[in-house]
């Protein structure tokens, strides 16, 4: 599918942390199919580079929003200027979020709080702030960047697994609630992916992370974006995660908890 335009006027794509990573490759993805795109991250160089790139490749507009997602404030801001600017927002992809490798009792409880709001309360209410327009046009996309780690606790990152967790049930219930509104909800679950990620969460020591095999993000991102123009609530890129999430289902969850603690645990 691609962007419908109305007059000059090309469909939006609102893509947070769309300066790197999956949601740079997700950017790359939705430019190529002619959506105009917001980009939004904390650091604008980054943003400015990526939305050069994007321009010069794709022809289409490229709206940078340089703000700190760890702040209560940010989502009303965004929501404000596209707004004010009077930009309607098709597609909103809430990709930004982080982990963080450690036992609870040692790990940095202002980190963890930083992550719960990124993780899930900018995302829950970015989605409040543009669903109502997207359900008046009976039309939208919204693809929330969940995990496998939604799929089962995870020890040694108990707050990271529990945050996408949240993710994937939001999503699925709203998916729900939404249906034959012409607005979807899908939830992306990747595996390990090749991105800043693991460094930034230190988890590139983790034994989850050696024995998965990394993903390509670009993959991730086709993958996703495809997922989210058919509609699909979930959508779980390779084959390895699928078995992870289907085993999951109906492995005990005292089990299911032990093996993750074991994968985790540094090599
Ligand atoms: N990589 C993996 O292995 C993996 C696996 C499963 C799920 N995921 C999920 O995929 C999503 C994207 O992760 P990624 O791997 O692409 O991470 P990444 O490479 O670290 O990129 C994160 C992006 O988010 C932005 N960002 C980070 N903190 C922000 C904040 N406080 N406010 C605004 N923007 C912020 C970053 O830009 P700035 O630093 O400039 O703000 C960057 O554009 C996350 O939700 C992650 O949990 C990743």
Redesign the pocket.
């Known amino acids: 599918m691609r962007a419908k335009r109305t007059g000059a006027q090309a469909q939006t794509a609102l893509i ?9 490759q997700i950017a790359r993805v939705l430019g190529r199919k002619g959506f105009d795109l917001v980009l ?4 604008r160089d ?1 943003l400015e580079a990526a939305a050069g790139q994007l321009e010069g490749k794709y022809g289409v507009k490229v709206h940078v929003f340089a ?4 702040r209560t404030e940010t989502p009303q801001a965004i929501f404000d200027f596209l707004h004010h600017e009077n930009i309607p927002i098709e597609v909103l992809v809430n ?5 963080l490798l450690g036992a609870f009792a040692d790990t940095k409880l202002q980190r963890e709080m ?1 992550m719960i709001q ?2 899930i309360v900018a995302l829950t209410h970015l989605t409040k702030l543009f669903l109502p327009g997207m359900i008046k046009r009976k039309s939208g996309r919204i693809l929330n ?5 939604a799929f089962q606790p995870g020890p040694l990152m108990a707050v990271y697994y529990a945050t ?1 967790a949240y993710v994937l049930s939001f999503s699925q219930a709203l998916a729900e609630e939404l249906r034959n509104s012409g607005v979807t909800v899908t939830a992306l679950c ?4 090749a ?4 460094s ?1 969460a230190n988890v590139g020591k983790s034994g989850l992370f050696a024995a998965f095999g990394i993903a390509d ?1 670009d993959d991730v991102a086709r993958f996703g974006v495809a997922a989210m123009m058919q509609g699909k609530r979930v959508a779980i890129p390779g084959i390895k995660n699928k078995i992870i999430a289907q085993a999951s289902r109906i492995t005990p969850r005292a089990i299911s908890t032990r093996i993750t603690r074991i994968a985790q645990e540094s090599r």
Not at 67 to 70: G, P
């Open positions: 947070t942390g769309g300066s790197g990573g999956i949601g740079f939004v991250s904390r650091k980054s703000a700190d997602l760890r990709n930004a979020g982080f982990g930083e990124v993780n960047v969940a995990s496998t780690a996408k990747p595996g390990p992916t991105t800043e990620f693991a930034s993000a």
